[in-house]
């Protein structure tokens, strides 16, 4: 959703060695079927807890994209095929990186 700029910015930031995409224009968020999340989605107990903790350790940033879009985590396989997915269920659900790695290396091992 980031243009390339940020998302070269937060990929230098992780010390990613894998492939990032910028989807301005959201054509995967809709192939992957990632929602605009609703009013109950962005504000509920969770995300505002999760919100004020995240603001805490991180600072209030500028929204990078559209604020009102769920997260999803995807892990492709060299060959093209999704091998693991995680679709965000409101704000506050994030894909955990040790599910993410986990994946990665499983992906890898098939190819």
């Known amino acids: 959703m980031a243009s390339p700029g940020p998302a070269s910015v937060f990929k230098a930031k992780l010390r990613s060695p894998h492939v990032f995409i910028a989807d301005e224009a959201r054509k995967l968020h809709?192939?992957?079927?990632?929602?605009?999340g609703g009013f109950s989605q962005m504000i509920n107990p969770r995300t505002l807890v999760r919100?004020?903790?995240?603001?805490?350790?991180?600072?209030?940033?500028?929204p990078v994209g559209d604020p009102l879009s769920l997260g999803g985590a995807f892990v492709i396989a060299?060959?093209?095929?999704?091998?693991?997915?995680?679709?965000?269920?409101?704000?506050?659900?994030?894909a955990e990186p040790d599910a993410i790695r986990k994946a990665l290396l499983a992906a890898k091992e098939e190819a």
């Not at 809709?30 to 605009?36: K, L, P, Q, R, S």
């Not at 919100?51 to 500028?62: E, L, M, N």
């Open 51 to 62: 919100g004020v903790v995240a603001t805490g350790r991180h600072g209030f940033g500028q």
């Open 30 to 36: 809709a192939e992957f079927g990632v929602e605009i």
């Open 78 to 94: 060299p060959n093209g095929a999704v091998t693991w997915e995680q679709r965000a269920k409101d704000a506050a659900h994030n």
